[in-house]
């Protein structure tokens, strides 16, 4: 009987636990050729637990061939466009990687002597100092390890300045286009959230914010451009709404890909922001590394900033503990080296025009998708789009086929799917950001395969409901996973 | 579709007024436009809750959503089932699926809310 028919990497791949066989092992040690120690009695029986039943034995060449072989059925940038919108998912240079690998960084340790660190000090202070010009702002700190962690540290310093001035107030604004982290964030920092609602032109209605905001307000927690790739073209006077009460202007820096380079939060009224660094300055997302969260701030706010901060004395750079308004540690050591050395490698290797050519090429790579696919799909806000656009299933549900699944279709023709269902405030949202490094082969071959799909719904829309086809896992139940989870393998 | 003695929300919640008792839920439009639910996240008994203010969340495949209280009372009983079938609230929004029995602190109240026939004007507005 022939068992193999095809070839290995689009067979289906078993678990390890399944292909496990008892006595295999990936590695072999030499002989002991010293006393055994029994870890019970080192360590104490309750810092030892016992064999963990059921782990997967195999040989080595069995591991690496299964992750292997795993690691062929993932969509990555490297592979094609990504247009997940909000992500930002471009393209991470090689530049980058190499700068990162330098022996002296790469083996570099946080517990290594000041002395020893002066290189990797000056790195984070350079990173500091090109991200407050970038962003405007006064002051930085480059610990939080991602974006939800930024927001969270900004928050806390908003909290201890209101504390330092006699009250911490009570609530935080947050429009109703925002990212959930951001009421998630207010209500972790002991704050009530309370939702302001957008305009006809998906931005913040000042009538509303000035209503909302009162003397027990401590921030507005604003994205700009918004989740609908809208600049907020009224933030200047947003701003002025909140500081008349005395609140703080917080902005979430997810879509700072679309200013870099041509305007800055500092100079339109913002006191607290944060970035991510896997966004817009390209280091890796996800499973590629770890993030990192950079919160910037104005000046009244920096004694507050997280220990340790960073001193220079004449040339010099050494760790500052002694900063009694801290808000404390919000991470260990100083934050995500690796990723903070790979955004400084993007900054230099691009220079200011360069960062400025790729923001406007974001720009202008979301406009050629909005242009393409208008004709073809519903656009609720017509608003000049900036790095990302946000069309609508309506015309699409006519015959019953919803965002999410023209996603799942979107995936036979090759691509990532898009962001399905948000922003919230948009009926059906198809949320579509290509990001600045897409060549314009790849962006017209997206919006050919979008343009073929809202033809499918029109003949044959149940092409389209029951995608995906061509994956090696047809249209999971995703309502039964979330309803039912089974979180633990069992044989 | 929209019972005649219930009361309505623009954020999508109804509620059925009996004497100084009321109950609480979200509309058929709200279930249909969340899609699949998958969780929901109630108040304790004992609790009060306050008109225009969020109690609770409904979690969809795509979204969490939070429920506002078209009243104000004290919480004295939570619809428990749907701890384990969430899927209720897509089968029988105006029914079996309630979400919370409170008993009024203020019955005026009532008063502010849409009638169905203004429901279902602002539904179709």
Redesign the interface.
């Known amino acids: 009987m022939i068992k193999k028919v095809r070839r290995h990497i689009v067979q289906d791949e078993p678990l390890l636990f399944e292909i496990s066989s008892p006595g295999k092992k990936a590695y072999q040690l030499p002989e002991l050729d010293v006393p055994a120690v029994d870890a019970v009695e080192a360590l104490g029986a309750a810092n030892v637990r016992s064999e963990i039943e059921g782990f997967p034995e195999v040989s080595e060449v069995e591991n690496i061939r299964h992750y292997t072989r795993l690691s062929t059925w993932n969509f990555a940038i490297d592979l094609g466009l990504y247009p997940l919108g909000s992500c930002t998912m471009k393209y991470n240079p090689r530049i980058n990687e190499l700068v990162a690998r330098t022996e002296g960084l790469a083996w570099g340790h946080p517990y290594q002597p000041e002395e020893l660190s002066q290189g990797a000090f000056q790195i984070l202070a350079t990173l500091e100092k090109y991200l407050c010009e970038c962003t405007g702002m006064d002051a930085i700190t480059l610990q939080p390890a991602a974006g939800a962690h930024g927001e969270m540290t900004g928050l806390l310093l908003v909290r201890k300045y209101l504390e330092s001035l006699g009250n911490p107030r009570k609530k935080v604004l947050v429009p109703d286009s925002a990212h959930?982290t951001n009421p998630a964030t207010a209500a972790m920092v002991g704050y009530e959230v309370v939702?302001v609602k957008s305009n006809d032109h998906g931005m913040i209605d000042l009538a509303a914010l000035e209503a909302a905001t009162d003397e027990d307000v401590a921030a507005l927690m604003v994205t700009n451009p918004n989740t609908i790739g809208v600049f907020e073209r009224d933030i200047v006077k947003a701003a002025a709404i909140l500081h008349a009460k005395g609140a703080q202007m917080y902005m979430d820096g997810a879509n700072m890909n679309a200013l870099v380079g041509i305007c800055r939060p500092g100079d339109f009224g913002i006191d607290v922001m944060h970035m991510n660094l896997h966004k817009t300055f390209s280091t890796p997302h996800g499973g590629g590394g770890p993030g990192a969260g950079p919160v910037a701030i104005k000046k009244h706010l920096e004694p507050f900033l997280p220990v340790p901060r960073l001193k220079r004395i004449g040339r010099k750079y050494s760790h500052d503990y002694d900063r009694p308004q801290s808000i404390g540690k919000v991470r260990a050591f100083y934050g995500n080296f690796g990723v903070l050395v790979r955004a400084l490698a993007y900054i230099l290797a691009h220079g200011g025009p360069g960062l400025r050519n790729a923001t406007i090429d974001a720009l202008l790579n979301a406009q050629f998708i909005r242009k393409g696919l208008e004709p073809y799909f519903d656009l609720p806000v017509t608003e000049p789009t900036m790095h990302e656009v946000v069309f609508s299933h309506d015309r699409q549900e006519a015959k019953g086929v919803k965002t999410?699944d023209m996603a799942k279709r979107l995936i036979d023709y090759g691509f990532h799917a898009y962001t399905?269902?948000?922003p919230?405030i948009v009926h059906g949202a198809m949320m579509i950001e290509p990001t600045e490094t897409e060549p314009k082969r790849e962006l017209e071959l997206f919006i050919d395969a979008m343009i073929s799909i809202a033809k499918e719904v029109d003949e044959d829309p149940q092409l389209v409901i029951k995608a995906p086809h061509l994956t090696r896992t047809p249209r999971v139940d995703?309502?039964l996973a979330?309803?039912r989870p089974i979180v633990r393998w069992k044989p | 579709m929209y019972p005649e003695n219930f009361r309505y929300t623009k954020e999508h919640e109804w509620v059925k007024v009996e004497g100084a008792m009321a109950t609480i839920g979200i509309t058929h439009h709200a279930q249909s436009e969340l899609g699949d639910i998958v969780y929901v996240d109630l108040p304790k008994v004992g609790t009060t809750v306050e008109q225009g203010k969020t109690f609770g969340s409904v979690e969809s495949v795509k979204a969490v959503s939070d429920i506002y209280a078209p009243v104000s009372g004290e919480v004295t009983a939570i619809n428990e089932a749907l701890n384990t079938t969430p899927e209720k609230l897509n089968a029988d929004p105006h029914g079996d699926a309630w979400l919370i029995k409170i008993k009024l602190s203020n019955a005026s109240q009532v008063d502010s809310l849409m009638s169905t026939a203004d429901y279902q004007a602002y539904l179709g507005s």
Do not use: K, N, V, Y
Request: proline share 0%.
């Open positions: 959930g939702s999410g399905t269902s948000f919230l995703e309502t979330a309803r």
